[in-house]
């Protein structure tokens, strides 16, 4: 019986720290104000000393999968962000590898670990939101961020609140350059994240929205490429081979472009993610490809770390919690500070147009 008892005592224990967040209820984190629905721009955000306040708090990102140089990027500039506020006393980081249990188990041990603010790339959607619930219930200061502006789970419940960049509108932006690009005319691929996640599922429904209106654009397949550029290169080799026209092309990789190369075909025009790598091919390329880019947004990650700090600390957040972008690069413009610019100096895989990391953060960061 009381060996019984121990083992009770421990499972009660076990559940408790399963079940603990943070220094704050559920309810007192839903006071604060945090602006979920506001829209703005970049130039709208706060610095992070404006949310930091006093009392001692743990702050961790959760990342779905840590796989590419965005995720790299994207955790350094968590980091920095963190380090700025003197309070912050643990700053941590995981890595679900593109495994929704993994992902799971990462969270379940942060809640454990009585960690007061989790940021999460949900890469597999849905599959988290039952474990974002019960952080959020147990006090812990839960924002996924990039999950875009289209429904995921329910904002108040399964997390306090979001932090992204309009992915709609950024559909819209590329399908609309793209049937410009085109002459309103032509087939186009698009490339996807993992199957489900929320990020992918925003950007169709505005680029959906967008073709529609031009009935001569024929979007040939949407296929998930995981963000990784060599499945996203596979996938469109299969592509060429089966429609052998492909006159557009959607995606956050240089996996595509690679394609077309191997295969001998000229680029089409290409909307993608600033990407040093993505710029150096297009100035190395005879004829130039028609190119456009958006932000590669490795900035939100502060954004939402932002609003969870405010949440933990009992601060108003009222900076916008929806940023739209605008296209960073257009070689169709007549601008020339729109002109795409290789930074032969950085390698291939850096952002650096738009992170809030300095030219030497990121050299540094990505040559280790």
């Not at 609140?161 to 309009?166: D, G, L, M």
């Not at 691929?189 to 680029?207: E, H, K, L, R, Y």
């Not at 089409?268 to 710029?279: K, M, R």
Request: include cysteine.
């Amino acid at each position: 019986m009381a060996r019984m008892k121990l083992v009770l005592g421990a499972a009660a224990v076990g559940l408790a720290l399963h079940f603990s967040g943070g220094q704050v209820s559920a309810a007192e984190l839903a006071k604060v104000d945090l602006a979920p629905d506001k829209v703005g721009t970049a130039a709208d955000m706060w610095p992070m000393s404006k949310v930091c306040g006093t009392k001692k708090i743990k702050v961790a990102y959760a990342d779905g999968w840590g796989g590419n140089y965005w995720r790299h990027i994207t955790r350094a500039e968590f980091e920095d962000e963190a380090a700025k506020c003197p309070n912050i006393t643990e700053v941590k980081y995981t890595d679900g590898e593109g495994d929704a249990g993994k992902h799971i188990a990462d969270i379940q041990a942060l809640v454990a670990q009585h960690f007061d603010v989790i940021l999460v790339f949900a890469d597999t959607g849905d599959a988290v939101l039952k474990e974002l619930r019960k952080a959020t219930a147990a006090g812990v200061a839960v924002v996924p961020f990039t999950t875009g502006d289209a429904p995921f789970g329910k904002l108040g419940v399964d997390y306090v609140t979001r932090a992204s960049e309009s992915q709609i509108e950024l559909g819209k932006t590329e399908a609309d350059w793209m049937i410009k690009a085109l002459g309103g005319k032509g087939n186009v691929i698009i490339n996807g994240g993992f199957p489900g996640n929320p990020m992918s599922s925003s950007q169709a429904v505005g680029w959906k929205e967008a073709f529609a209106k031009a009935p001569g654009i024929k979007v040939l397949e949407a296929p998930d490429t995981n963000w990784d550029p060599a499945l996203a290169q596979k996938t469109t080799a299969a592509e060429i081979a089966k429609y052998g026209q492909i006159d557009g092309v959607i995606a956050e990789t240089t996996g595509p472009i690679r394609a077309f190369q191997a295969a001998g075909k000229p680029i089409p025009a290409f909307f993608g993610q600033e990407l040093n790598d993505l710029d150096c091919l297009w100035d190395a390329s005879n004829p130039k490809f028609k190119l456009a880019d958006a932000p590669a947004h490795t900035w939100l990650v502060r954004l939402a770390l932002r609003k969870g700090v405010a949440a933990a600390e009992g601060v108003a957040d009222t900076e916008p919690s929806l940023i739209k972008l605008s296209i960073v690069e257009d070689s169709t413009s007549t601008d020339p500070k729109m002109a795409p610019t290789c930074a032969k100096d950085l390698p291939m895989d850096s952002i650096y147009k738009s992170s809030m990391l300095s030219k030497d953060q990121i050299k540094k960061l990505l040559t280790k």
